[in-house]
C-alpha cells in the first residue's frame, strides 16, 4: 500500500480542509457569476459529461408519510437534466427567439451554508476520496421587465469532481426548492 | 360512478336553524355584448372584471363537469388527492367500496381544512382545529365534546359536503356540482372522439406518472384555456426557438412544421380540438416513436385520428381541462381571481408502456411543457403579458380580434362535428359563446332558477 492511497483512504467521508473549502465556494461563486451574467456556454464548461442535474417537486404530506414528500427518481420534476439536455436547453437562448428571456432576467445567484466533504467511494459508486460531496443553500432572487420578481430558495447536494488537471466539475446536483406550488410563472434560470 | 348520497348541497341545508343569503348579494351582470361570436370580437373586462369572476365561479364552474384526477391515483381504500373545483377545495378519495367519492375540503364546523396533505392514504379526516373527524364516505366519524351540543344534533347531517356527481372517462375523473347534470360521455359529445386519440392507444388505457407540476401564472384562466381550445396560431412564433431546437439541424424548423394544415374542432359545448393533419404525424420523442405501433392505431382509431389528433396539436374540455397528446401533458387551470391562475399538470402515458419508454414521454413532457420546459416558458410569459395591460381604462376598452377563419366551420367529412382551418379561431369563438350562455343562465342554486 502507497502513502499515498493510505491518506486517500482515510479523507474518505471527512470533512474538507480549509483550502479545499475555500476552492468549494470560489468555483460556486465563479458558477454564480456565469450564469447572473448568462454565460451559459462558459457555464456547461463547469459540468462534468456524465452529469445528473434533478430538480425533483415536492409535496405537502402527512407527518408519517414525510418519506414521500420529495418526489421520486422518476416522478414529476422541474429538472432531470443531462449535460446534453442541459446544452439543448441553452441553445434556445441563442436562438433570439426565447421570449421568456428576452428582454432578460435580472439575476442574482447567491450561495451560502457551504458543506464539503470528501467523498467516501463505499457510498458514492465510481467517485474516489479526491472528489468532494457538497450541500450549500441557494437564494436566486429574478427580477424582469418591469417589475416581476421571483425567488428561489432551496438546497444543492452536490458531488465535485476532481478531474485529472485538478479542477472541479460538477458531475451531480440534487436540487431542493423550497417550494410547493411553484411561485412563478415558469423557471428560466438554473440553478 | 354516480354517486347515491344526495347532496348535501347548499350549506343552507340545516337541520335545525335558518339560513337565508338574500339574493342581492350576488349580483349578475348581462354578458351578451361582451361576446360577439358573428362578428368574433372580445371585450377585455372579461378577464379583469372581479364581479364578473365571481359570476364565472356561481355560473360557470359550478354547474360545469371539472376535471379531478386520474383514477391511476387511487389504488386502495383511503388513498387520496386534494384539488379545487374553480376555488372550491376538494378531496377525492377512494371509500371502502372502493368507489371514488370527492368532498368539499372544509370542516362543517368552523369551515377550515380538514386535509392539508397534497395526496397518500388515511383511515379518516380530521380537522386539526377543534377535532371533528370524517370517515372515507364523508360521515362523521367522531365529534370531541359531543355532550355539549343540544340534542337535536344529529351528527349524521353533518358530514362532508359531497359532490353529487362523480364520474370518470377513461381515466378521467370529473365531478359536478350541477345536481342534474347531462352525463359527462354525453356532455363530452364529439369532443370524446378526439380525446380517445390520447386515451384509447390499447386495452389496457393510460396512468399518470407520480406527482403534479404545480406553477402559477399571472393571466386569467381564460387565457390559457382558450388558447388550448384554438390557438395553433400562436405556435410558430412563441414558440420558435422550441422549434428550433427542436429540429433536425437546430437552425430552424422545417418547412412542412410552420406551413402545416390541419383542422380545428369546435362545439356548443365549449370543447375545442386543434391539429395538424399529415400521414406521418408521428410522436416527438424518439424512444414513443419507436414504440408505438402505428398499424395498430390505424386499426383501431382511424386513419383520420393517427393522420391528425393522435400526436401533435392541443385541446380544451370547457371550461378548464386541457390537454397535448404528443407528450401526453394533462393540466387544469385553477382559477385564483382575475387575475391569476394555478397551473397543475401531470404526465399520461399508455399502462402498456414499458419503463424506458414512459420515462422517455416523462423526460420530453418536463423538458418542453414542465414549468422549466422550452415551450412553457414562453406560454407564460405570454399570458401575464396578455393580462397586464389589460388593465388599463382605455386598453380595457379595445376589443380584441378573433376573426380568424370567421365562417369557415363546416363537416369535413373525415372528422365527426364541424371543423375550421387549423390556423382558426372558431374554437375560441365557440369557447366566450359558451361561456356567455352559462353567464347568463342562472344555475341550480339560484332563485330564479327555472
Not at chain 2, 385520428?305 to 407528450?327: I, K
Not at chain 2, 402498456?352 to 407564460?380: C, H, I, K, W
Not at chain 2, 374554437?427 to 330564479?448: K, Q, S
Amino acid at each position: 500500500m502507497s502513502t499515498a492511497t493510505d491518506q486517500l483512504r482515510s479523507r474518505a467521508g471527512t470533512r474538507a480542509d480549509r483550502d479545499t473549502h475555500f476552492e468549494v465556494e470560489q468555483f460556486y461563486y465563479e458558477e454564480a457569476d456565469l450564469l447572473d451574467s448568462g454565460r451559459y456556454a462558459d457555464w456547461l464548461e463547469l459540468l462534468a459529461d456524465d452529469l445528473d442535474y434533478w430538480m425533483p417537486t415536492r409535496t405537502n404530506r402527512l407527518r408519517r408519510q414525510q418519506a414521500l414528500s420529495i418526489a421520486a427518481r422518476g416522478e414529476a420534476a422541474f429538472y432531470d437534466e443531462t449535460k446534453d439536455s442541459l446544452a439543448w436547453r441553452i441553445r434556445r437562448f441563442d436562438s433570439g427567439m426565447a421570449w421568456a428571456e428576452d428582454p432578460p432576467s435580472r439575476t442574482r445567484h447567491l450561495v451560502t451554508n457551504v458543506m464539503a466533504r470528501h467523498v467516501d467511494p463505499a457510498e458514492q459508486d465510481g467517485f474516489t476520496a479526491d472528489d468532494l460531496w457538497v450541500r450549500s443553500s441557494f437564494l436566486v432572487h429574478q427580477n424582469r421587465l418591469e417589475r416581476e420578481v421571483n425567488i428561489f430558495a432551496g438546497s444543492r447536494t452536490d458531488i465535485l469532481r476532481r478531474t485529472a488537471d485538478g479542477r472541479l466539475q460538477v458531475a451531480r446536483r440534487a436540487i431542493l426548492l423550497d417550494q410547493n406550488v411553484l411561485l412563478a410563472k415558469n423557471i428560466s434560470t438554473f440553478f | 360512478m354516480t354517486s347515491t348520497i344526495e347532496p348535501q348541497g347548499a350549506a343552507t341545508a340545516t337541520p335545525r336553524g335558518t339560513l337565508r343569503r338574500p339574493a342581492d348579494l350576488a349580483r349578475n351582470i348581462d354578458v351578451s355584448g361582451l361576446v360577439d361570436t358573428e362578428g368574433g370580437l372580445l371585450d377585455r373586462v372579461v378577464f379583469t372584471d372581479q364581479e364578473l369572476y365571481r359570476q364565472e365561479l356561481r355560473r360557470v364552474y359550478a354547474p360545469s363537469w371539472l376535471f379531478l384526477a386520474h383514477t391511476d391515483q387511487f389504488h386502495k381504500p383511503g388513498d387520496f388527492f386534494t384539488t379545487y373545483m374553480g376555488e372550491d377545495p376538494v378531496i377525492v378519495t377512494l371509500d371502502r367500496d372502493r368507489r371514488i367519492r370527492a368532498y368539499l375540503n372544509s370542516c362543517r364546523h368552523r369551515g377550515a381544512r380538514v386535509c392539508r396533505a397534497d395526496s397518500g392514504t388515511t383511515r379518516n379526516f380530521t380537522c386539526t382545529y377543534h377535532g371533528w373527524s370524517y370517515n372515507l364516505d364523508g360521515s362523521v366519524a367522531s365529534v370531541p365534546n359531543k355532550d355539549g351540543y343540544p340534542e337535536s344534533f344529529e351528527s349524521g347531517q353533518w358530514g362532508l359536503v359531497e359532490v353529487p356527481h362523480v364520474e370518470s372517462y377513461r381515466g378521467l375523473i370529473f365531478g359536478t356540482w350541477n345536481p342534474e347534470p347531462i352525463p359527462l360521455r354525453e356532455s363530452l359529445g364529439d369532443m370524446a372522439w378526439y380525446m380517445d386519440a390520447m386515451l384509447d392507444h390499447d386495452d389496457q388505457g393510460t396512468v399518470v406518472v407520480g406527482g403534479v407540476h404545480k406553477w402559477v401564472l399571472e393571466g386569467n384562466w381564460k387565457l390559457a384555456a382558450e388558447q388550448f381550445a384554438t390557438d395553433w396560431y400562436h405556435v410558430n412564433m412563441s414558440h420558435a426557438s422550441a422549434l428550433m431546437i427542436l429540429s433536425p439541424a437546430g437552425k430552424k424548423p422545417k418547412d412542412e412544421v410552420v406551413h402545416r394544415t390541419g383542422r380545428q374542432y369546435s362545439d356548443a359545448h365549449g370543447n375545442g380540438a386543434g391539429f395538424p393533419v399529415h400521414p406521418k404525424n408521428r410522436f416527438d420523442a424518439q424512444t414513443v416513436h419507436a414504440w408505438m405501433d402505428y398499424d395498430a392505431l390505424r386499426e383501431r382509431l382511424g386513419d383520420a385520428r393517427v393522420e391528425g389528433p393522435l400526436t401533435n396539436g392541443h385541446a380544451t374540455v370547457f371550461p378548464n381541462f386541457s390537454y397535448l397528446p404528443v407528450n401526453g401533458s394533462i393540466r387544469v387551470w385553477h382559477p385564483k381571481g382575475p387575475d391569476r391562475m394555478e397551473v397543475w399538470a401531470w404526465t399520461l402515458v399508455d399502462k402498456s408502456m414499458p419503463e424506458e419508454v414512459r420515462e422517455a414521454q416523462r423526460l420530453y413532457n418536463l423538458r418542453t411543457f414542465g414549468p422549466s420546459g422550452v415551450f412553457e416558458q414562453d406560454d407564460g410569459e405570454n399570458w401575464s403579458e396578455a393580462q397586464s395591460p389589460s388593465h388599463g381604462f382605455i386598453t380595457n376598452g379595445v376589443a380584441l380580434n378573433y376573426q380568424m377563419g370567421l365562417g369557415t366551420e363546416r363537416e369535413d367529412g373525415r372528422h365527426p362535428g364541424r371543423t375550421s382551418e387549423l390556423y382558426s379561431d372558431a374554437a375560441g369563438r365557440a369557447f366566450y359563446g359558451r361561456w356567455r350562455e352559462l353567464m347568463n343562465t342562472p344555475a341550480w342554486h339560484e332563485e330564479n332558477h327555472s
